[in-house]
Each structure stands twice: as structure tokens, then as C-alpha cells.
Antibody
Framework: QVQLVESGGGVVQPGRSLRLSCAASGFTFSSYGMHWVRQAPGKGLEWVAVISYDGSHKYYADSVKGRFTISRDTSQNTVYLQMNSLRGEDTAVYYC????????????????WGQGSLVTVSS | QTVVTQEPSFSVSPGGTVTITCGLSSGSVSTSYYPTWYQQTPGQAPRTLIYSTNTRSSGVPDRFSGSILGNKAALTITGAQADDESDYYCALYMGGGISVFGGGTKLTVL
């Protein structure tokens, strides 16, 4: 069965860095685009980033562009979110999500979500 | 700055019908935005209900349907049940790899 397991969250000071991981299993990882979506405490969902199935294309929300980097390692079946220059407004649960098909499209249609990883940015 | 708009809250009676909409601060929503709808209950990860305007995800009951109504995307729940009480989010694809979520609609069934 498909599983997405996020890890790497925690408490970090403003300006510091953190890397989230999303370990995937149960499907052909190299065939699917992967997204990160976040949710601040008590707030709505915010799309963060997407990476194409082969890692050749990456796109970011304006709020994280230039600070966050999405990547993937097919040998590890893992997608990452490197978060630099963290701010208080980056405090959120971060979800990774799997694209439902292999079409290569980027619209955010997912069939599986991870359970989320909480990142708290605080001094 | 593109803002995706949703009604903050809605209430529906059990067995009733409710339509939640998803609009743009400027312009009209069309199928070209590939409207997608999600359901989220407290403490849980979201679940995708509808994608590409009107295609139900696997396992989603047919009481959930998606459409374009006027200049907005719409999620209609027909025959609402108690366990439909959730937060509902839409997302629109802006092109160039970028997507934007709406602020969410809190649905109460009572």
C-alpha cells in the first residue's frame, strides 16, 4: 500500500535551516510528481512547492521562493524540502502529497498525503 | 497577488444540499484552472474529493460533485450526512507550476 512518511520537523530558531524528508513506498516513485503543502496552526492549507517526476522541474510559492528548495532522490524513494532563512510565519504542519497520475501535469490533484511534520520557528 | 476566495462557513441540515464556491479576486474561474476540492477533519491530513473540476477521487461518494457555476468553481454536497461536517478547501492551478489554495469553508451539519 502507498505510504508517505514525513520526518525532520522540530523547533528551530528564526534564520536557521531545516530539512524535511518524505519517504515514499508502495508505488513507482520515479513516475510521479510530488508536492509539499503546509498548514499553519489553526489556519488553512497553503501550497508550497512541486517537483516533477524526474526532478527536472521545480516550482515554488512566492512566500518561499529563494528560501526553500525541493528535491528528490529516486534511490531513496524520498522527496525533500530544504528550508533556509526560516521565519515565524513558516511555522506549520508540512504535508507531502503524491500526484494521482503520471501525466506530468502540475495541478494539485493528489491521491495520497503524508501525516504531516510540524515545524515550529521560534526563538 | 491572486487571491482564491471561499465562503468562510456554511451550515446545512442533514439530508440537505449545499454548494460551496471557489472564486478569484480578479477574474473568472474556468476549467483551465483545474479546480480541485479537499476535505479535512480536525487533526487529520486532507483528502482529495474532486479534481479537474468534476472528477471524483477514488472512493469518494457520488453525493459530492464539482462544477463551474457562473464565474466560480463549485462543490455540491447532495444529501449531507453528519460526517460531512469538515473543512473544505479548493485549489486552483495558476499555470507555470503554481497552485493557490482558497481560505477554506467550515461546513456545519445540523
Amino acid at each position: 500500500q502507498v505510504q508517505l512518511v514525513e520526518s525532520g520537523g522540530g523547533v528551530v530558531q528564526p534564520g536557521r535551516s531545516l530539512r524535511l524528508s518524505c519517504a515514499a513506498s508502495g508505488f513507482t516513485f520515479s513516475s510521479y510528481g510530488m508536492h509539499w503543502v503546509r498548514q499553519a496552526p489553526g489556519k488553512g492549507l497553503e501550497w508550497v512547492a512541486v517537483i516533477s517526476y524526474d526532478g527536472s522541474h521545480k516550482y515554488y510559492a512566492d512566500s518561499v521562493k529563494g528560501r526553500f528548495t525541493i528535491s528528490r532522490d529516486t534511490s531513496q524513494n524520498t522527496v525533500y524540502l530544504q528550508m533556509n532563512s526560516l521565519r515565524g510565519e513558516d511555522t506549520a504542519v508540512y504535508y507531502c502529497a503524491k500526484r494521482f497520475d503520471e501525466s506530468g501535469s502540475y495541478y494539485p490533484a493528489f491521491d495520497y498525503w503524508g501525516q504531516g511534520s510540524l515545524v515550529t520557528v521560534s526563538s | 497577488q491572486t487571491v482564491v476566495t471561499q465562503e468562510p462557513s456554511f451550515s446545512v441540515s442533514p439530508g440537505g444540499t449545499v454548494t460551496i464556491t471557489c472564486g478569484l479576486s480578479s477574474g473568472s474561474v474556468s476549467t483551465s484552472y483545474y479546480p480541485t476540492w479537499y476535505q479535512q477533519t480536525p487533526g487529520q491530513a486532507p483528502r482529495t474529493l474532486i479534481y479537474s473540476t468534476n472528477t471524483r477521487s477514488s472512493g469518494v461518494p457520488d453525493r459530492f460533485s464539482g462544477s463551474i457555476l457562473g464565474n466560480k468553481a463549485a462543490l455540491t454536497i447532495t444529501g449531507a450526512q453528519a460526517d460531512d461536517e469538515s473543512d473544505y478547501y479548493c485549489a486552483l492551478y495558476m499555470g507555470g507550476g503554481i497552485s493557490v489554495f482558497g481560505g477554506g469553508t467550515k461546513l456545519t451539519v445540523l
